[in-house]
């Protein structure tokens, strides 16, 4: 099945500060690759996601880029704010599973990220 | 629309007791999901379903059942408590596994 590493498990940077967070996976099925945002005692929410068809994806300060062949993936984000700190999660699908085994969801460990005033 | 509803949010298990957490959504999704969330282990799949009467084990499916025998609700039983099984529980929804996840308020559990 799918295995999906993160990296780092931590991340301290300085208010306005750029932070990035790496994943890798190991099934070349997968072309689907969200990111969650996780604020303490909260639920995960989506904050951006990239399909395999497109190589880099921006959303304001938040951006997405993709290495099918490397099968990697990292989140930056810019001028970062304290409301950034919180864990991120990275995650990978295949959009079609095949045989007897349906596409699922497989999570990174989480990236917490704090960014210091 | 409520979205996707957990019940309860906090709860306190005997060793061997068993229990079911209840997870509902409102907006029609064939995908639901059952996560654990244990510190530095990030959110690890216990059992998915992909419509009413279909369910697949994640890759922690060992102590838990789950069935679907509706859209809205996708129950997961815990058979004999471990305190193993201590964790924050989330269920999530969505159109597919290829779009974003919903997730509920979560359910933590604690087994002495």
């Known amino acids: 099945g799918e295995n999906v590493e993160q990296h780092p498990s931590t991340l301290s940077v300085q208010e306005g500060d750029s932070a990035v967070i790496k994943c890798t996976y190991s099934?070349?099925?997968?072309?689907?690759f969200p990111w969650y945002k996780q604020e303490l005692g909260k639920r995960p929410q989506l904050i951006i996601d990239?399909?395999?068809?497109?190589g880099e994806k921006k959303d304001q300060r938040i951006a997405v880029t993709l290495n099918k062949t490397a099968k990697h993936f990292s989140l930056h984000i810019t001028e970062t704010q304290p409301e950034d700190s919180a864990v991120y999660f990275c995650a990978a699908s295949p959009r079609w599973a095949g045989g007897t085994s349906y596409g699922k969801l497989t999570f990174g460990q989480g990236t917490i990220l704090t960014v210091h005033p | 629309n409520a979205g996707v509803t957990q019940t309860p949010k906090f709860q306190v298990l005997k060793t061997g007791q068993s229990m079911t957490l209840q997870c509902a959504q409102d907006m029609n999704h064939e995908y639901m999901s059952w996560y654990r969330q244990d510190p530095g282990m990030g959110l690890r799949l216990i059992h998915y379903s992909v419509g009413a009467g279909i369910t697949d084990q994640g890759e922690v499916p060992n102590g838990y059942n789950v069935s679907r025998s509706t859209t809205e609700d996708f129950p997961l039983r815990l058979l004999s408590a471990a305190p193993s099984q201590t964790s924050v529980y989330f269920c999530a929804s969505s159109v597919s596994s290829y779009n974003e996840q919903f997730f509920g308020p979560g359910t933590r559990l604690t087994v002495l």
């Open positions: 099934d070349s099925a997968s072309n689907y």
């Open positions: 990239i399909r395999s068809n497109v």
